[in-house]
């Protein structure tokens, strides 16, 4: 009964420092790929909000243009149309890619 009772002390001593040292490591793998998913998400924004500051500064200059009397109204809905579809190909990307 005292070997018997011995080896459970010891299973449970030796085991219990390489549980805890397991759960570190998935402690510190979860922090390491909530940190990249939480900077993939940043760097999206990112490029997002330029893209959307790109497309307003062509859009100011082209109400400039417009109201200076450049552009036909066939040109203009043709820019229209265009920036439509590059919106609309920006949409259906971040929907496929979980943006």
Request: aromatic share 10%; charged share 30%; hydrophobic share 50%.
């Amino acid at each position: 009964m005292g070997m018997e009772s011995f080896r459970r002390i010891s299973d449970i001593l030796f085991s219990r420092p390489l549980i805890n040292f397991i759960m570190v490591l998935l402690a510190m793998s979860a922090a390491y790929f909530t940190t990249i998913g939480s900077i993939k998400i940043e760097l999206a924004e990112k490029a997002e909000n330029a893209l959307v500051a790109a497309i307003d500064k062509k859009l100011a200059r082209m109400e400039v243009v417009i109201r200076e009397g450049r552009v036909s109204k066939d040109d203009f809905f043709e820019f229209k149309n265009s920036v439509e579809r590059r919106l609309s190909r920006i949409e259906f990307y971040l929907m496929e890619h979980g943006g």
